[in-house]
């Protein structure tokens, strides 16, 4: 077993639960990040991603000894450039310390040329003396005295070396004998929590870096909320070797199922409309004639559907899914619904002896073309545990949030707040607009400020270019309002702004928007 030593700045192999090892460099965390209690850990930054993590040390191994040993055992394109961002890195480093290096060596030839004519001047001056003074040996000695040097210029050992040597090791075995620990994340749940995506930008990213790992422990029972993120381990998913249904190919669906066959997974789809059906049948996946036939035929199936009676009318209705249900079948549900429906579909899934996960996403149809959506789950753990792959291939992170109808709940108050934030918008284009103040101008000032997001730019460009190509349908962003406005009402908790939205959107709606983008709202003002 080897003893390693690290400190900061030194690259590393990282490993964070059940995902693959991925390149990184140990930098100093955030002031006000505390480092997690237990084990000794180190802050990591990935490279070719922005993400950073609390890595417990017997979970990292020296980069250069292992190199050759990850990138045989890691394929995958997004791995690929990893690596490559590490040698870029170790390119510039080299350049500067070679840079410096030279600079070294001229400073020590200028000193060098300037001692060897001092030396030349003082020995005619002390052949002068000598010839002058011979009769006393006292002088002779003061004036040929050795006299003290400068300190001898840096030898390239001391110079730093670019490739990181702060890495000590005492190898009692050979490099491959190092072995990764097991089952740290199930005993120290803590490091579900540390992964999470960074913006664009790394030196600002830190900044609010505390504010966003939080470790959550709600009356509620989801003590289990785990966030796994998948932008540094999609190009070398493991795919399960169970057989995946999906029902239901709308705007999320197709982006899924698209990844799903490109990780590798073996899947059986189907939807009301079956046209829809014949791309995924030329890449690979197989045909379910109901969806009765793809729940008996497959052992996890995926649903995403529009609203809670097309969720319903899909596991209840003939040949649905609740028929092809039997002991061991599992079902998981992504559609946005309101908790209640989740609870039923919960209740007659499990009733004849099958698994039930609720997982509704968070994105937009380009987010599900780039795998790049959050999944927010609850019910049975061990089958959020069984769909790991699929989440990975599907998602850039997931949540455990516990007991059925949490995710739902969550899911609900999430677009809550982007209806609500996309309505203000609109209103505020408007109102730049009326009083003769340039939009492109109050789009660009929003942009620099603090609520600078790639959600804000994409959809002021949307209003701006006049293009409403759904992204996520309007209609379905106003029904997400109206289930979260019948959440608030059923525990009394007031939701003003989420209602003066809501009707803003039902206007937009009664002006045929529909089956546009949300962004489409923008035109509820101008009519």
């Known amino acids: 077993m080897a003893t390693v030593h690290l400190r900061i700045g030194d690259l590393v192999w990282g490993k964070l639960g059940r995902y693959p090892p991925w390149p990184g460099k140990i930098v100093s965390p955030p002031k006000d990040l505390k480092k997690p209690s237990g084990k000794k850990c180190f802050f990591v930054k990935f490279f070719g991603t922005e993400d950073h993590a609390w890595i417990k040390v017997e ?51 200028s000193n060098s040329d300037d001692k060897t004519k001092s030396s030349s001047a003082e020995a ?31 030898d390239e050992k001391e110079l730093s070396d670019p490739e990181p040597s702060t ?10 004998g190092f072995k990764w620990q097991s089952n740290q994340v199930k005993e120290d749940p803590h490091f579900h929590h ?17 504010k966003r790992l939080k470790i959550f422990e709600e009356d509620t029972g989801s003590t289990s909320i785990q966030a796994a993120d998948s932008t540094a381990v999609n190009g070398s998913i493991t795919p399960t070797d169970k057989r995946i249904g999906f029902l239901g190919l709308g705007l999320m669906g197709s982006g899924i199922v698209a990844n799903l066959l490109k990780m590798g997974h073996i899947v059986m789809v189907w939807n009301r409309t079956a046209e829809k059906c014949d791309l995924f049948i030329q890449e690979g996946a197989r045909l379910g004639r109901t969806p009765a036939e793809v729940v008996s ?56 002896g099958g698994r039930f996960l609720e997982a509704p996403v968070s994105g937009s149809q380009q987010l599900s073309n780039d795998g790049m959506l959050v999944i927010l789950a609850a019910g049975d753990r061990s089958l959020y545990e069984d769909c790991s792959s699929c989440f990975q291939a599907m998602g850039k992170t997931s949540f455990f949030l516990g007991e059925v109808g949490n ?29 003769g103040q340039s939009q492109t101008t109050f789009l660009d000032i929003l942009s620099h400020g603090q609520m600078a997001s790639t959600f804000l730019d994409q959809k002021c460009q949307n209003v701006l270019q006049g293009n409403f190509k759904p992204d996520y349908y309007l209609k379905h962003i106003q029904k997400d309002l109206r289930l979260a406005i019948a959440m608030g009402d059923s ?14 959107y039902k206007r937009a709606k009664a002006l045929d928007q529909s089956d546009n983008d949300m962004s489409a709202v923008y035109r509820a003002y101008i009519h």
């Open 59 to 109: 979970q990292l191994k020296p980069y250069h000894p292992h190199k050759e040993d990850m990138i045989k055992i890691n394929k995958g394109k997004r791995f690929q450039q990893a690596v490559d961002a590490v040698e870029e890195f170790l390119k510039k480093a080299r350049g500067r310390e070679q840079a410096s290096h030279n600079s070294a060596e001229e400073n020590s030839k």
């Open 124 to 154: 005619r001056g002390r052949k002068n003396s000598t010839s002058t003074l011979k009769s006393s040996p006292a002088g002779e000695s003061d004036d040929l005295s050795p006299k003290k040097r400068g300190r001898p210029p840096k």
């Open 167 to 176: 890495v000590h090791r005492t190898m009692s075995g050979t490099v491959s």
């Open 194 to 210: 540390f992964l999470l995506s960074q913006s664009e930008k790394p030196g600002s990213a830190l900044e609010p870096i505390s």
């Open 297 to 352: 035929m497959c052992d996890v199936t995926f649903s995403c559907v529009s609203d809670p009676k097309a969720a319903k009318d899909l596991v209840l209705g003939p040949s649905g899914v609740l028929q092809g249900i039997r002991p061991g079948k599992c079902y998981v549900e992504m559609s946005t619904v309101d908790p209640d429906t989740v609870a039923e579909l919960s209740q007659v899934i499990t009733s004849r």
């Open 407 to 435: 995710a739902a709940k969550m899911m609900l108050i999430l677009n809550m707040v982007h209806g609500s934030f996309m309505a203000t918008i609109a209103e505020g284009l408007t109102l730049a607009q009326v009083t």
């Open 491 to 504: 525990v009394n908790h007031p939701t003003p702004m989420a209602a003066a939205a809501n009707e803003v």
